[in-house]
C-alpha cells in the first residue's frame, strides 16, 4: 500500500538526448521528494512536491505531481555528464512522517 | 558548514565481531535514521528516532541496535555481525523527513567475511 514503484530501473541515453523517470503508488501521496546519488556519492535532495498537479523547473529539470497525487515524474532535457547518477523518488508516510524510497533509476550516458 | 558526518567510510571486518558506526550532525535536527542500500533495492531503514531517547524501527532492523542519549548523535551497533549484513550504509537528519529535505552523510561501506 504505501510501497513507491520507480521506473525504469536504467535508462541509456546519448549525452544530449532527454530522461525521465516515473514513480508510480496505488494510494495517495501527501507529497514527494526527489534525490540524486552521484556515483560513490550520496544521495541529495532535489525538490519536493506537494500540491495536485504541481510542475516545478530547476534548469534543465522538471518535476511535475499528478493530479490524482498518485505518481510523479523528472523529466532532464538535453542531458550532460553531470547529470549521471541513480534519482530516487520517496514518499512521505505514516504518523511519523517516514520516507518510504522508491528502487532509483540509474540515467548512463552512452559513450 | 551544516553536514552529517560517518564513522568509518570503509570497514571490514569479520563475522560475530562487534562494530559501531558514528554519525553525528550538527544542524540540531531532530529526526535522525539509518538506511542501508543494496544494488537493485534502494534505500531501506533500519532505525529512526524522531528525538533524543526515542528511537523505532524501520523496515529492516534485524541484526542492528541504535541509540539516540545525545540529539547529535545517532550510533549504529552492530552486536554479532553477519555477511548478510555487507552493504553501504547511509545516516541521515532532518527537521521532520516525510516534509523536509534529509541530509545524508558521505556513507560507511561495510563488508563483512
Same mark, same amino acid.
Given at each position: 500500500?504505501?510501497?513507491?514503484?520507480?521506473?525504469?530501473?536504467?535508462?541509456?541515453?546519448?549525452?544530449?538526448?532527454?530522461?525521465?523517470?516515473?514513480?508510480?503508488?496505488?494510494?495517495?501521496?501527501?507529497?514527494?521528494?526527489?534525490?540524486?546519488?552521484?556515483?560513490?556519492?550520496?544521495?541529495?535532495?532535489?525538490?519536493?512536491?506537494?500540491?495536485?498537479?504541481?510542475?516545478?523547473?530547476?534548469?534543465?529539470?522538471?518535476?511535475?505531481?499528478?493530479?490524482?497525487?498518485?505518481?510523479?515524474?523528472?523529466?532532464?532535457?538535453?542531458?550532460?555528464?553531470?547529470?549521471?547518477?541513480?534519482?530516487?523518488c520517496a514518499r512521505g508516510w505514516g504518523s511519523n512522517y517516514q520516507l518510504i524510497w522508491g528502487a532509483g533509476t540509474k540515467l548512463i550516458?552512452?559513450? | 558548514?551544516?553536514?552529517?558526518?560517518?564513522?568509518?567510510?570503509?570497514?571490514?571486518?569479520?563475522?560475530?565481531?562487534?562494530?559501531?558506526?558514528?554519525?553525528?550532525?550538527?544542524?540540531?535536527?531532530?529526526?535522525?535514521?539509518?538506511?542501508?542500500?543494496?544494488?537493485?533495492?534502494?534505500?531501506?531503514?533500519?532505525?529512526?528516532?524522531m528525538n533524543v531517547e526515542v528511537t523505532d524501527k524501520g523496515d529492516v532492523p534485524e541484526g542492528y541496535?541504535?541509540?539516540?542519549? $545525545?540529539?547529535?548523535?545517532?550510533?549504529?551497533?552492530? $552486536?554479532?555481525?553477519?555477511?548478510?549484513?555487507?552493504?553501504?550504509?547511509?545516516?541521515?537528519?532532518?527537521?521532520?523527513?516525510?516534509?523536509? $529535505?534529509?541530509?545524508?552523510?558521505?556513507?560507511?561501506?561495510?563488508?563483512?567475511?
Open positions: 500500500g504505501q510501497q513507491v514503484m520507480q521506473i525504469p530501473q536504467y535508462q541509456h541515453v546519448q549525452e544530449g538526448e532527454d530522461f525521465t523517470t516515473y514513480c508510480n503508488s496505488s494510494t495517495t501521496l501527501s507529497n514527494i521528494q526527489w534525490y540524486k546519488q552521484r556515483p560513490g556519492g550520496h544521495p541529495v535532495f532535489l525538490i519536493q512536491l506537494v500540491k495536485s498537479g504541481e510542475v516545478k523547473k530547476q534548469k534543465r529539470l522538471t518535476f511535475q505531481f499528478g493530479e490524482a497525487k498518485k505518481n510523479s515524474s523528472l523529466h532532464i532535457t538535453a542531458t550532460q555528464t553531470t547529470d549521471v547518477g541513480t534519482y530516487f550516458i552512452k559513450p | 558548514e551544516a553536514q552529517v558526518t560517518q564513522n568509518p567510510r570503509y570497514l571490514i571486518t569479520v563475522t560475530g565481531k562487534k562494530l559501531t558506526v558514528t554519525c553525528s550532525q550538527n544542524m540540531n535536527h531532530e529526526y535522525m535514521s539509518w538506511y542501508r542500500q543494496d544494488p537493485g533495492l534502494g534505500l531501506r531503514q533500519i532505525y529512526y528516532s541496535k541504535v541509540s539516540r542519549k $545525545e540529539k547529535r548523535n545517532f550510533p549504529l551497533i552492530l $552486536e554479532s555481525p553477519s555477511p548478510n549484513q555487507t552493504s553501504l550504509y547511509f545516516c541521515a537528519s532532518s527537521l521532520n523527513p516525510g516534509h523536509n $529535505e534529509q541530509f545524508f552523510g558521505p556513507g560507511t561501506r561495510l563488508t563483512v567475511l
